[in-house]
């Protein structure tokens, strides 16, 4: 199994502003994944994270406005940029172990006002 | 068709009932399924992980899959009140996908 940390835990912005979420797991894993989540809603894939090369993003997510850093096989950053309201959400990060299993961060909650 | 479908519920039961949770996939290049639990306000808990068909128990939690119907089943016996949460099944293949997730409430 894998122990992911996320800071921080919680955060309210202002519009405009930006806010990097940080993410660190207990061991090395080759895949990292960023996350967000409505309330009440499922998972929306960001981007994938691959230490040593760039970000992969998924249709609708850019790196102007989601930047990611992956500088070691352990921790990423995931920096929501030039903040709106529609911004509020949860952001997870997760870990793909060697076996297919993912493990999740606890989250970080983002309000943007 | 999304690839993973599961009912959104919510599905409330009795304390001691035995719960059935169910998705449907439809990428024969899934191999692997997962169950994650999920409390209000916390990131997503792996539950059980299964690669192809069969069972596999873990206390009172049985994860099944039957590739042959992509059926993917996860069943609670005796529930607690403390399984009181929204369960999402994944899969992957070559990504992960998940359902959307079942919100599920065990009454005392």
């Known amino acids: 199994s894998a122990v992911i940390s996320q800071k921080p835990s919680r955060d309210i912005c202002q519009r405009g502003t930006s806010l990097t979420i940080q993410c660190q797991v207990d061991s090395q894993v080759t895949m990292m994944f960023w996350y967000r989540q409505q309330p009440g809603q499922s998972l929306t894939l960001i981007a994938t994270a691959n230490q040593g090369s760039e970000a992969t993003y998924e249709s609708g997510f850019v790196i102007d406005k989601f930047p990611i850093s992956r500088p070691n096989l352990t921790f990423s950053t995931l920096t929501v940029s030039n903040m709106s309201p529609e911004d509020s959400s949860i952001y997870l990060c997760?870990?793909?172990?060697?076996?297919?299993?993912?493990?999740f961060g606890p989250g970080t909650r983002l309000t943007v006002t | 068709q999304k690839e993973v479908e599961q009912d959104p519920g919510p599905l409330s039961v009795p304390e001691g009932a035995i719960v059935s949770l169910n998705c449907t996939y439809s990428?024969?290049?899934?191999?692997?399924f997962m169950w994650y639990r999920q409390y209000s306000r916390k990131g997503p808990e792996l539950l059980m992980y299964t690669y192809s068909s069969g069972n596999k128990e873990d206390g009172r939690f049985t994860a099944q899959v039957d590739k042959s119907s992509k059926y993917i089943s996860l069943f609670i016996r005796d529930s607690q009140p403390s399984d009181s949460a929204t369960y999402l099944c994944a899969s992957y293949g070559q990504n992960f996908v998940f359902g959307p997730g079942t919100r599920l409430s065990v009454l005392p």
């Open positions: 997760s870990a793909k172990l060697a076996g297919h299993e993912q493990y």
């Open positions: 990428n024969s290049a899934f191999q692997y």
